[in-house]
C-alpha cells in the first residue's frame, strides 16, 4: 500500500485565493482525519470523518473552512478566501477504526504558504 | 489546552546513550500512543499502550504508562543519530473518539 497521499506537498497562494488540499486514505481505513500544524499552536485537529461522514468538525477555524468525503478513497479540504494566518503544515491520516485502538498513518502532509 | 504535555521540550544526547521522554495528560484514557516526527515529513505511529498495560517494548522503544498518575514515558535505548526527530504522545479519552496530541518533544542525537 502507498500510504496516505496527500497532494499538493507544497502550495503557495495570494491573500483571498481558494485553494483545496486533497487525500486518499489508505485502502481499507474507514476513518480520515484533517490535522493542522504550526510552531504556535501544535499539531490541531480540524476534521473527523467516519465512513464518509464528517463527525467532528469543531475544529475547523471559520466557515472559511470546509471538508468534503464524497467516497472511501478520497477527501478534500476547501480555504476559501485564504489567509496569511492558514499558513501551515495540513496534515491527512487515516485508521481502520477511529482511531481508539490503532495509531494513525499521516500522509507527508501540505505545506501551505499565503502571502 | 494541550491533553497531553511531553517533558522535556528539547533534549540533545550522544550516540549511544539513552533518551527518556515524558507525558502527562488530564483525563481518562483508553490508551496513549507516541509518534515520531522527523523534520518536513507526516508523523509515524511507533507505539500504542492501552490503559490496562503498564509497560510495552517495541526493538529499542520501551513505553510505561502509569494510569495512577496519569503520565507516560518513552525510553529510546542505545540512540542513533538517525533518531534524531521530535516525538509526540497522543491520548485517546475514554468516551471520546478522537486523538488529542501533545507539543511533542525535540530529540537531537549527536553522532
Known amino acids: 500500500d502507498a500510504g496516505v497521499i496527500q497532494s499538493p506537498r507544497h502550495e503557495v497562494t495570494e491573500m483571498g485565493q481558494e485553494v483545496t488540499l486533497r487525500c486518499k486514505p489508505i485502502?481499507?481505513?474507514?476513518?480520515l482525519f484533517w490535522y493542522r500544524q504550526t510552531m504556535m499552536r501544535g499539531l490541531e485537529l480540524l476534521i473527523y470523518f467516519n465512513n464518509n461522514v464528517p463527525i467532528d468538525d469543531s475544529g475547523m477555524p471559520e466557515d472559511r473552512f470546509s471538508a468534503k468525503m464524497p467516497n472511501a478513497s478520497f477527501s478534500t479540504l476547501k480555504i476559501q478566501p485564504s489567509e496569511p494566518r492558514d499558513s501551515a503544515v495540513y496534515f491527512c491520516a487515516s485508521s481502520p477504526t477511529g482511531g481508539l485502538s490503532y495509531g494513525y498513518t499521516f500522509g507527508s502532509g501540505t505545506r501551505l504558504t499565503v502571502v | 489546552s494541550q491533553q497531553g504535555e511531553e517533558d522535556p521540550q528539547a533534549l540533545s544526547i550522544q550516540e549511544g546513550e539513552n533518551a527518556t521522554m515524558n507525558c502527562s495528560y488530564k483525563t481518562s484514557i483508553n490508551n496513549l500512543q507516541w509518534y515520531r516526527q522527523n523534520s518536513g515529513r507526516g508523523l509515524v505511529h511507533l507505539i500504542l499502550i492501552r490503559s490496562n498495560e503498564r509497560e510495552k517494548h517495541s526493538g529499542r522503544l520501551r513505553v510505561t504508562l502509569d494510569t495512577s498518575k496519569k503520565s507516560s514515558s518513552l525510553l529510546i535505548t542505545a540512540s542513533r543519530a538517525a533518531d534524531t526527530a521530535s516525538y509526540f504522545c497522543?491520548?485517546?479519552?475514554?468516551?471520546?473518539?478522537?486523538?488529542?496530541f501533545g507539543a511533542g518533544t525535540r530529540l537531537f542525537v549527536k553522532a
Open positions: 485502502s481499507g481505513h474507514n476513518s
Open positions: 497522543a491520548t485517546d479519552e475514554t468516551g471520546g473518539f478522537k486523538t488529542i
